[in-house]
């Protein structure tokens, strides 16, 4: 199975997202923000010395 984007793959597969575990679109708008927001620093972790050099 592939995925169209792969940061949505990411999120599901390593970070094991396959279900919100709170209730309300408000509740749910925060937690998909902080998996947004974990995913973006460990960019940064992972690749920011590459854009430093």
């Known amino acids: 199975m592939s995925v169209v984007e792969p940061v949505f793959g990411n ?20 937690q998909w923000q902080l998996y947004c927001l974990v995913h973006n620093i460990e960019k940064l972790a992972n690749y920011g010395h590459l854009a430093a050099s």
């Open 11 to 30: 999120i599901g597969t390593t970070k094991r997202l396959n279900r919100f575990s709170l209730r309300g679109k408000k509740k749910v708008q925060g």
